[in-house]
């Protein structure tokens, strides 16, 4: 097996040149580092990045920590994240928690295992002692898309509350006095914020929430057509112009229940969603909703690590706020 005096020898260069060529440092030439990488090439000499790594206190390699894989949120949350630590030569190790305790702080031990030099986290069963907790060992944490007021400076989040009001208040304003309201589930920080606000906009307007129009789901089309279901049945004793859904996958399971039952939309029923992923804007009637900037948020946080741990010079915004899209699946009442 070839070592790093073997390429050495062989380039005619010292260990230190070696070394600085492996590193990346741009005090060596082109004509050395050139003849350094053919002489690893011949050699089959591949870095011990391990070694490196237990050597320099830095392994270059960041933990990214989401709930799920699948579906159009995450997908562009996490791409972001690793295109911009890629691009100052940093690498991504992905575990997934499933939304449930255990299995996020499973996931938090696999990456710390792993020699991660940082963990960006988008965490929702775990608790905020927990995350408290975590903030103060070695390796730093931030977090996407939660808010904990003792680790402020290290959260990357949405006012989420401001969006569930701007969703309510739309229709609201469009005259709709009975609007029936999807849920996420119970258990997670945004969709709780996002309730606030729908209750807050129908406060304001002196408009009771009424618990019977309310059905929890899971943020799934599936649990959004069951929603759609559940709702139409209560129609007949509780009348309703308008559905508000905490995320769009709903909206689409539940507009899908209004068309099969011969509803026509928005004509029939207005809708509102949130998160404004690609689809929205494609499908018919186009969507209106609140649009959460996920990816963006995913970029900020790996900024966040590359200035705060690996002391680049970048500005870092921890605050987002919503934005209405308005489009055609919402109309006056």
Not at 107 to 120: K, M, P
């Amino acid at each position: 097996m070839a070592t790093i005096y073997d390429v050495s020898q062989l380039a005619g260069v010292s260990l230190a040149t070696v070394s600085r060529v492996m590193n990346k440092n741009t005090n060596v030439s082109d004509k050395t580092r050139h003849k350094v990488l053919d002489a690893m090439e011949k050699l089959g000499y591949r870095p011990n990045t391990f070694a490196q790594s237990l050597a320099s206190n830095c392994s270059n390699s960041v933990g990214v920590l989401v709930s799920q894989l699948d579906g159009p949120y995450y997908g562009p949350m996490m791409a972001e994240i690793e295109s911009s630590l890629r691009l100052e030569n940093k690498h991504v190790i992905i575990a997934v928690g499933h939304s449930d305790a255990a299995q996020e702080k499973d996931s938090v031990e696999f990456l710390l295992d792993r020699g991660c030099d940082a963990l960006i986290l988008d965490v929702e069963a775990v608790s905020d002692e927990y995350l408290i907790n975590l903030s103060k060992g070695p390796t730093p944490i931030v977090l996407i898309n939660r808010y904990i007021e003792q680790i402020s400076e290290r959260c990357i989040y949405l006012e989420n509350e401001v969006g569930g009001y701007m969703a309510t208040k739309h229709l609201i304003m469009q005259g709709h006095r009975h609007i029936a309201y999807i849920s996420g589930p119970a258990k997670k920080h945004d969709a709780i914020e996002r309730l606030v606000g729908h209750k807050r906009a129908l406060s304001e307007a002196n408009v009771e929430f009424t618990s019977a129009l309310c059905f929890e789901g899971d943020y799934s089309e599936e649990s959004g057509a069951t929603g759609m279901t559940y709702l139409l049945q209560q129609r007949s004793k509780k009348p309703f112009t308008a559905v508000v859904c905490a995320n769009d996958q709903m909206v689409s399971g539940a507009i899908s229940v209004c068309l099969e039952s011969g509803m026509r939309i928005p004509h029939d029923l207005s809708f509102v969603g949130y998160d404004n992923i690609p689809f929205a804007r494609y499908i018919s009637p186009k969507l209106t909703t609140v649009n959460n900037p996920i990816h963006e948020m995913g970029k900020m946080a790996a900024l966040w690590l590359l200035k705060n741990l690996y002391n680049k010079n970048i500005d870092v915004n921890n605050v987002f706020m919503p934005e209405l899209v308005i489009r055609e699946s919402s109309i006056p009442v």
